[in-house]
């Protein structure tokens, strides 16, 4: 997986450059699974076989999928069990894990343009992993982003938002990575300019504050363990969140959507990585809206629901490798919460005239209506609306762009029931159709979104 948190006109800022840089991070596609290891973090739509979590997550309910048991992952006690669990909440398998290597070995790198940062190595390895770690050491790096040695990590790992997660939870964890298989694996080392720790420290105070989540006594007891998976371990908002200036998420702005660099186009292409919009996760008109919490809730659990959408794009692995192993009480759990986010909007952007609506109308009628229908409400044979979706509607039309373009295969893991999939359209399309496509989309049937030029097309390509 990969991750950036693009802010190329921020290196000019008033902030150290190297702390800026911590953050403009894409990581290198991650492995086609070997078959008989699974492997983590695909890339969108991988026509391999996909990564399974540590299997055998405590998920009661009737309705999740079998996990496959990993032979590496002995269960011995209680808290074992309940640590892979939360380990699986945490996605650390899809990080942890490089291309066609041992599962949380390390090794995946995220790029960025000033170099290069490799995920470290969790296996119980004495030399190379974690194996000479101590509960409160492990307890130290998830809260305060600080290894051994007062070593300090890059928030490429989220513990911006492990922070949140109880004491008890983070030695769950700790006692369950203790179980894996020992891999000597040493990852590539960093390029040259975040071998420097020294400018964490200053980001770090400045801008992280070492917290656990406070219940919120006003709010029910399953809103706050949705608050809890959502904030905490399940790092939504690193992703749905804008950043600031100084590359922290913007608080005030949390879910109102965010931007990443990841992966397009099919996992056997040549490796490319272009940006991504994640989209407002708040009850915004352009975010989930019109999503209720049930539809949350089986988008995370089931990676599809018929009503808006199936999984493609970046949350593959956020689905395929975590939140489809939760349990099903859980995942309604952070969909309440998610529905509770109060509306808010990014700024807005340059309007869509109406002669812009007009250009689009005609492609629309050629290449999308076929499955989305005239009245862009799709149906449950043929695709998901389009009305009031959130990736057609969002600020950054990247997403939007990168669906035309790159097409929207399915994991296989994910059914998505009688839907054809959307195929690539950008070897049949020209820039300024998509551009005129999008255009329409967003201000037809009562959507909004700003104006897409043929340029923002062409940069996605
Ligand atoms: C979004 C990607 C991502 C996720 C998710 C993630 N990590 Fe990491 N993690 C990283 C990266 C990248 C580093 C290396 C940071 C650095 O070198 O500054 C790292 C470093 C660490 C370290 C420090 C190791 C050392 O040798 O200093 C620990 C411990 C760790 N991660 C544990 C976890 C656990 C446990 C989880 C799941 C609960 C997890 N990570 C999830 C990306 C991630
Ligand atoms: C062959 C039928 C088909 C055609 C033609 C088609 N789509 Fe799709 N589209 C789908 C399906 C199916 C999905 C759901 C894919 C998934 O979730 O895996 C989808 C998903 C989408 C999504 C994502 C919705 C969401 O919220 O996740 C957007 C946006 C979209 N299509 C726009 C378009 C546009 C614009 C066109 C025309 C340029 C188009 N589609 C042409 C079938 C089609
Ligand atoms: C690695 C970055 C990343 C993380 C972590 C992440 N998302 Fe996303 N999410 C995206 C991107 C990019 C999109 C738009 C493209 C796509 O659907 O992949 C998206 C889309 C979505 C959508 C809309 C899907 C659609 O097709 O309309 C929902 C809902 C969502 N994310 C919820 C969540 C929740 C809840 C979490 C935390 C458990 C989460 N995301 C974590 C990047 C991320």
Not at 31 to 50: K, N, V
Not at 76 to 96: M, P, R
Not at 229 to 244: A, Q, Y
Not at 326 to 336: G, H, P
Request: hydrophobic content about 40%; proline content about 8%; charged content about 20%.
């Amino acid at each position: 997986m990969k991750r950036s948190f693009k802010l190329g006109l921020l290196i000019s800022a008033p902030v150290s450059a190297l702390v800026l840089a911590g953050l403009v991070l894409a990581a290198d596609a991650p492995a086609p699974a070997p078959t008989d290891a699974p492997a983590p973090a695909m890339a969108p739509r991988t026509g391999e076989a996909p990564a399974l979590p540590p299997s055998e997550i405590a998920a009661p309910a009737a309705e999740t999928p079998a996990a496959v048991p990993s032979d590496m992952t002995p269960q011995t006690d209680e808290k074992v069990e309940k640590g892979k669990y939360l380990a699986t909440a945490g996605n650390c398998i899809s990080c942890h894990t490089r291309k066609g290597g041992e599962e949380f070995a390390g090794g995946l790198e995220f790029h960025l343009p000033m170099g290069s940062i490799f995920s470290t190595n969790i296996t119980p390895d004495p030399e190379t992993g974690l194996g000479k770690w101590t509960e409160e050491d492990f307890i130290k790096a998830m809260h305060d982003g600080v290894s051994p040695g007062g070593h300090y990590l890059w928030p490429a790992f989220p513990y911006t938002a492990f922070t949140r997660v109880t004491d008890d939870d983070v030695k769950a964890i700790y006692a369950y990575l203790k179980t894996l298989k020992p891999v000597k694996y040493t990852p590539p080392s960093n390029g040259i300019l975040f071998t420097m720790r020294w400018p964490m420290m200053f980001w770090n105070a400045l801008f992280h504050t070492s917290e656990r989540y406070k219940t919120d006594t006003t709010q029910s007891a399953e809103w706050n363990r949705g608050a809890y998976l959502t904030e905490g371990l399940g790092h939504c908002s690193m992703c749905h969140s804008p950043r600031t200036i100084t590359l922290a998420e913007n608080k005030d702005l949390a879910y109102a959507g965010g931007e990443i660099l990841d992966h397009v186009g099919a996992a056997d292409a040549e490796p490319k990585v272009r940006k991504w919009s994640a989209v407002n996760l708040t009850q915004a008109k352009t975010g989930l809206g019109a999503w209720s919490a049930d539809d949350i809730a089986r988008y995370l659990n089931k990676g599809f629901t018929a009503n808006h959408a199936g999984t493609w794009g970046p949350m593959t692995e956020v689905i395929v490798n975590s939140m489809r192993h939760l349990s099903v009480e859980d995942t309604k759990a952070m969909a309440v919460y998610i529905k509770s986010l109060a509306p808010k909007e990014l700024p807005a952007g340059a309007p869509i005239s109406e002669d812009q609506t007009k250009a689009g109308q005609a492609v629309y009628k050629d290449r999308c209506a076929k499955c989305h229908q005239d009245s862009g409400r799709g149906g449950m044979f043929t695709s998901p609306p389009l009305v009031g979706s959130a990736i057609v509607q969002h600020r950054d039309p990247s997403s939007l762009i990168n669906i035309i373009i790159y097409g929207a295969n399915a994991p296989k893991e994910i059914s998505t029931g009688q839907w054809e999939t959307m195929k690539p359209l950008g070897e049949v399309m020209t820039d300024a159709e998509i551009a005129a496509v999008a255009n329409y989309v967003r201000s037809s049937w009562g959507n909004t979104g700003s104006a897409v030029q043929a340029a923002d097309v062409a940069k996605q390509r």
